[in-house]
């Protein structure tokens, strides 16, 4: 029913910047949980950053607040990942996703981590980093 495909990964010096796409294919009318997560070697899947459609809430994981902006096409529903200032640490497998709205979440309240439980996911993107 969905269809997700991140692009826009690469490598980049510290203190560069980089805009990830995550094109959407799917029904634009329904509403849906989307973010975006990493994923290091040796190291469990990461929120990076989520939206509600229909709502104007997006929530970030603390190291990249104020420094990444997650947006959305209202028309389309493409997802998009805006990362400024990056450092190695941000270095990882970048992957988009989306649930259908009815039953899920973007934060998880109790943890007031991001959820990573998702319907559909991309292939993922890959981000690197070099000092």
């Known amino acids: 029913q969905v269809h997700l495909q991140e692009s826009g990964g690469g490598s980049v010096q510290t203190g560069g910047s980089l805009r990830l796409s995550c094109a959407f294919s799917?029904?634009?009318?329904?509403?849906?949980?989307m973010g975006w997560f990493r994923q290091v070697p040796g190291k469990k899947r990461e929120g990076v950053a989520g939206?509600?459609?229909?709502?104007?809430?997006?929530y970030y994981i603390d190291s990249v607040r104020g420094r990444f902006t997650i947006s959305r096409d209202i028309v389309t529903n493409d997802l998009y990942l805006e990362m400024n200032n990056l450092t190695p640490n941000d270095t990882a497998m970048y992957y988009c996703?989306?649930?259908?709205?009815?039953?899920?979440?973007?934060?998880?309240?109790?943890?007031?981590?991001?959820?990573?439980?998702?319907?559909?996911w991309g292939q993922g993107t890959q981000v690197t980093v070099s000092s």
């Open positions: 996703a989306a649930s259908q709205s009815a039953g899920c979440a973007v934060l998880d309240a109790p943890s007031r981590t991001l959820v990573n439980k998702y319907t559909y």
């Open positions: 799917g029904d634009t009318r329904n509403n849906y949980c």
């Open positions: 939206l509600r459609t229909g709502s104007g809430e997006t």
